[in-house]
């Protein structure tokens, strides 16, 4: 039974953020999809998610640090003396009594076994602990999160799952599977498998809640007179209309086309970035002083200073 301070490599103060800092960077080292075949690995690993699971659960945290529950997360019986007073501080003395004279109330040092442990699985006494939970993290690509899809995972403990990723699951969100993590040792109920589901960056797109953001570079000549530009989404490819006389940062947005989400699915915002030559080119040079001599024009008012 490890101290799962100590299988993190921290203090007994530690912070949540330190613990999480931890995990995440021994879960990283010992993960078993970069570890195959590597036996102490994946021990290495299960410890680290036993030692995380609990850690990361304030309640379960607070018992441990008192004594109230072991590393497992099993009950101590801390401070229990079942051979001359209940709980600290009771005032109830026992003694045995293997004649069920006054003291036990009828039976021998089994009954008082039978009364701290209880009759697991038969209705009596304490019931059996749960199994315990085992902990994940599972990256999807960007697109994998948008529109659902279904994984494969090996965890911690050796058992393979087929995990459903829900369309529009975001960043961070956990995803639970009852009775898919450890078993009881008491035969009790088993543990929850906890997918923890890590969403990649996408080269182009960007999550804003269930919309999604979209930069578009166009050229000059394009947002003056206008076009119709083929531009990606979740879906394919779609046209977009560009209106004439646009602006660099002008939003346009394509309904329907973001994350699905309760109530619909959010929109695609696409965002016109007006994009020069890259080269210098004298008839817009020429161009351009011809504008600003006979069609002058300011885009900076009071706000910045400018009154005209």
Known sequence: MLDP????????????????????????????????????????????SAANDLLSDEEKRGQFDRGEIDAEGNPTF??????????PGGGTHRRWSSSGGPGMGGGGPEDIFAEIFGNFGQGGGRAAAR???VSYRLKV?????????????????GKTLDVNIPAGVSDGQQIRLRGQGEPSMGGGTA??????????????????????????PVTLYEAVLGAKIRVPTLEGSVELKIPPNSSSGRILRLKGKGIA?????????????????????????NLARELEENAPYTVRGDKFGNNS
């Not at 989400?261 to 040079?285: C, F, N, T, Y």
Request: hydrophobic share 35%; proline share 3%; aromatic share 6%.
């Open 5 to 48: 301070y100590k299988v993190l490599g921290l203090s007994k103060g530690a912070s949540t953020k330190d613990i999480k800092k931890a995990y995440r960077t021994l879960a990283k080292k010992y993960h078993p999809d970069t570890n195959k075949g590597d036996d102490e690995a994946a021990r290495k690993f299960s410890e680290i």
């Open 78 to 87: 801390k401070g229990y003396n079942p051979f001359g007073g209940g709980r």
């Open 131 to 133: 199994g315990q939970d």
């Open 141 to 157: 690509s960007f697109l994998e999160a948008a529109k659902g899809e279904r994984k494969r995972v090996t965890m911690p403990n």
């Open 191 to 216: 543990g929850d498998a906890l997918i923890t589901v890590e969403v990649e960056t996408h080269a182009l797109f960007e999550r804003v809640g269930s919309d999604i953001r979209l930069e578009l």
């Open 261 to 285: 989400a309760k109530g619909g699915s959010g929109d695609q915002l696409v965002i016109l970035r007006v994009m020069l030559p890259k080269d210098a080119d004298e008839r817009l040079e």
